[in-house]
């Protein structure tokens, strides 16, 4: 997938970027130790799965998030997706801390209990979105003093958005992640279309360690159990709910009707209509 991105650094890191992405499905962000984030929306909307979370973004609501791994999911109603997204972000790291703020974030023992949160766009930070797009379509005018200002400036707008106590102590809750119980991961994820690659990224783990651990907690293999969960959940479905067949299929994370009535008559023997009927 080709990308439209340009980038300003500072000191050889990137800390604000403007992205153009074609239409998609679902893309990773890959776990960075020492990477925190924060995305503004231009154009289009999609959804963010973290381990136990899923939220919106859009123009109205930004994305402020820790470092771990989560999936960016086009927001869709049975394969529709936005045309286009553009996002503006800014990046943080550690050792930019002390360069930029003269902090040292191991003081603060400040923690947040979100991965990931959405903040409403108001205003001043409006002006503030608008002000780094001039920046990044102009970078002659961006020397590193006026970046370093501006990643100052979000700091503090930042700290009051979310009640921080000192700018120090929002930093410093920044590169603190909150990882989940496996068990919590997985039953949040139950029904969404993800693969078991997916899934292990989610818990921060390689396939194989992700297999073991699963195994080890419910006894049986991920595939096993992931699908009789759904097919349990679309026996209820179809026994007390009106809901189309197709409409169930993708409300259990399908991503065809073919699938969901292979996978429903070899745990049943029916397909969906047949049992419904029966």
């Known amino acids: 997938m080709e990308y439209n991105s340009r980038v300003l650094k500072y000191r050889g890191h990137v800390v604000f970027q403007k992205l153009q992405v074609p239409s998609f499905e679902r893309l990773p962000k890959e776990y960075y130790e020492n990477e925190a984030c924060f995305i503004f929306v231009n154009k289009g909307k999609f959804n963010v799965r973290a381990q136990t979370q899923v939220l919106e973004?859009?123009?109205?609501?930004?994305?402020?998030?820790?470092?771990?791994?989560?999936?960016?999911?086009?927001?869709?109603?049975?394969?529709?997706?936005?045309?286009?997204?553009?996002?503006?972000?800014?990046?943080?790291?550690?050792?930019?801390?002390?360069?930029?703020?003269?902090?040292?974030?191991?003081?603060?023992?400040?923690?947040?209990?979100?991965?990931?949160?959405?903040?409403?766009?108001?205003?001043?930070?409006?002006?503030?979105?608008?002000?780094?797009?001039?920046?990044i379509d102009n970078p002659e005018l961006a020397d590193e003093e006026l970046i370093k200002n501006k990643l100052r400036e979000f700091v503090i707008l930042?700290?009051?958005?979310?009640?921080?106590?000192?700018?120090?102590?929002?930093?410093?809750?920044?590169?603190?992640?909150?990882?989940?119980?496996?068990?919590?991961?997985?039953?949040?994820?139950?029904?969404?279309?993800?693969?078991?690659?997916?899934?292990?990224?989610?818990?921060?783990?390689?396939?194989?360690?992700?297999?073991?651990?699963?195994?080890?907690?419910?006894k049986e293999s991920p595939a096993k159990y992931i699908t009789q969960k759904k097919i349990n959940k679309a026996e209820f479905y179809l026994k007390n709910q009106d809901l189309r067949i197709s409409d169930i299929a993708y409300n259990l994370g399908y991503d065809s009707l073919t699938t969901f009535n292979r996978a429903f008559k070899e745990y049943t023997g029916k397909t969906p209509s047949e049992y419904r009927l029966s």
């Open 57 to 135: 973004v859009n123009k109205n609501t930004a994305l402020l998030s820790k470092c771990l791994s989560y999936y960016y999911e086009t927001t869709k109603d049975h394969g529709e997706t936005e045309d286009n997204i553009e996002v503006v972000g800014l990046l943080f790291y550690p050792e930019l801390v002390q360069d930029i703020f003269d902090l040292d974030i191991t003081q603060s023992s400040h923690t947040v209990d979100f991965n990931l949160k959405q903040v409403q766009v108001n205003k001043l930070l409006e002006h503030y979105r608008d002000s780094i797009i001039i920046l």
């Open 158 to 218: 930042m700290t009051k958005t979310v009640n921080a106590p000192s700018e120090l102590d929002f930093l410093s809750s920044m590169f603190k992640p909150n990882f989940a119980i496996f068990e919590e991961i997985i039953q949040h994820n139950l029904f969404a279309n993800l693969s078991l690659h997916e899934l292990a990224n989610l818990c921060h783990m390689s396939l194989s360690t992700f297999k073991r651990r699963f195994i080890k907690v419910y």
